[in-house]
């Protein structure tokens, strides 16, 4: 079945890039996002990239996708303390089914 | 335009008590979804509904059942709640020809 993977915490400090893992089992994936959950919140989209993409850009978010490997990452320029929160990958399968599978997120701590 | 609501916000049940949680939009969103969030766990699918008429199971269904009442409403039932369910809540909806999906608050329930 399907199943969406990240490392659990990452730390850096303000002003560094961030990088967010996720590796994915679904081949069939159309769409894969990364949302952004703040504390006591609900989860806001970030962004997404399409499945036959390599690389998406927008201001400061850059989303990679290695196909062949299952492979998403998600790179923050200029990490700042707003930035601390849970990303979550998804994925979300083809056909009709829409079916939308997250993984386990990685807390984002930003230190001054 | 409301978005995804999610009623109630808090609950508290004792073992054994059964209970419904609601969860409507407005957006004319064909696929709807069920999540429990719990710490180091990430959103695991519970439900989901492709298309009104239509509902699948998720990584996580035992316990629960679900009802798409009509094209804007998705509920989840716990018929004989149990500690193990206590987790928060997340119903989501999304458009086939969109890429967001979009995200209810939230409902806290704890099962003691």
């Known amino acids: 079945g399907e199943d969406v993977e990240q490392s659990l915490f990452l730390s850096v400090r303000e002003g560094d890039s961030s990088v967010i893992n996720c590796t994915y089992t679904d081949s069939s994936s159309t769409y894969l996002y990364w949302y952004k959950q703040e504390p006591g919140a609900g989860l806001q989209l970030l962004t997404y990239i399409f499945s036959n993409m390599d690389m998406k850009q927008d201001q400061r978010l850059t989303v990679l996708l290695n196909k062949k490997d299952k492979h998403l990452s998600l790179r923050i320029a200029d990490t700042q303390t707003g930035d601390s929160a849970i990303y979550f990958c998804?994925?979300?399968?083809?056909?009709?089914?829409?079916?939308?599978?997250f993984g386990t997120g990685t807390l984002l701590a930003v230190q001054p | 335009n409301a978005g995804v609501t999610q009623t109630p916000k808090f609950q508290v049940l004792k073992t054994g008590q059964s209970m419904t949680l609601q969860c409507a939009q407005d957006m004319n969103h064909n696929s709807m979804y069920w999540y429990r969030q719990d710490p180091g766990m990430g959103l695991r699918l519970i439900y989901y509904?492709?298309?009104?008429?239509?509902?699948d199971k998720g990584e996580v269904p035992n316990g629960y059942n679900v009802s798409r009442l009509n094209k804007r409403e998705f509920s989840l039932r716990l018929e004989s709640a149990a500690p193990s369910q206590t987790s928060v809540y997340f119903c989501?909806?999304?458009?086939?020809?969109?890429?967001?999906?979009?995200f209810g608050q939230g409902t806290r329930l704890t099962v003691v």
């Open positions: 998804a994925e979300r399968g083809g056909g009709a089914t829409n079916k939308l599978i």
């Open positions: 989501a909806s999304l458009r086939t020809a969109n890429t967001e999906a979009f």
């Open positions: 509904s492709a298309s009104e008429g239509t509902t």
